[in-house]
């Protein structure tokens, strides 16, 4: 079982970079695939990437393919979503979540509580 918390989310313009962080607790995170995810009012929760456990595989949401990059870093525990050229309709809570590489929300077991990302244009 891992625990995640998510951090780095806030209020940035239009065009704006922003990195969230993903922390996950317990000697077992290297042995998770990490997915984010993204849920705008009133809308689905939306796949946004996934990395594999060992960090040599990543997996992108058309709509942030070439804008956003998924890393890990297994020696701090903890996951990273880099996203640049910010748009409004980024805006959205972002949640980190363990245990899949699929698009389907789903599947994968261990979630955060969320951060939430602002973009004004």
């Known amino acids: 079982q891992v625990q995640l918390g998510e951090s780095g989310g806030g209020l940035v313009q239009a065009g704006g970079s922003l990195r969230l962080s993903c922390a996950g607790s317990?000697?077992?995170?290297?042995?998770?695939?990490m997915g984010w995810f993204r849920q705008a009012p009133g809308k689905e929760r939306e796949f946004v990437a996934s990395i594999h456990r060992a960090g040599d595989r990543a997996y992108y949401g058309g709509s942030v393919s070439g804008r956003f990059t998924i890393s890990r870093d297994n020696a701090k525990n903890t996951a990273y979503l880099q996203m640049n050229s910010l748009k409004s309709e980024d805006t959205a809570v972002y949640y980190c979540?363990?245990?899949?590489?699929?698009?389907?929300?789903?599947?994968?077991?261990?979630w955060g509580q969320g951060t939430q990302v602002t973009v004004s244009s």
């Open positions: 317990g000697r077992t995170f290297s042995t998770y695939n």
């Open positions: 979540a363990a245990g899949s590489l699929s698009t389907l929300a789903s599947e994968y077991p261990y």
